[in-house]
């Protein structure tokens, strides 16, 4: 008992520090509305990597990101 007790605690704690460190280390700078977007590389649906600076200066790029959970994806 006391050792599931045990396991229990440290995959919570483990949870809580990994929650923490990816809220508040890892996070880049913020941005304000107005602010150039970073550059950033994705694939496309073919696995292709797009660049976002391939558009700069070419073309309006309009930016949504999905919960993988709330598309079809």
């Not at 440290?10 to 520090?17: N, V």
């Not at 890892?26 to 150039?36: E, H, I, K, Y």
């Amino acid at each position: 008992m006391k050792r599931a007790l045990l396991i229990a605690a440290g995959i919570f704690l483990l949870g809580a520090l990994a929650f923490a460190a990816t809220e508040f280390l890892w996070r880049g700078p913020a941005l304000n509305v107005g602010d150039v977007a970073p550059d950033f590389t994705l694939p496309d649906e073919a696995g292709r990597p797009v660049r976002l600076a391939d558009f700069r200066g070419r073309k309006n790029v309009v930016l949504a990101f999905y919960i993988k959970a709330s598309t079809y994806g």
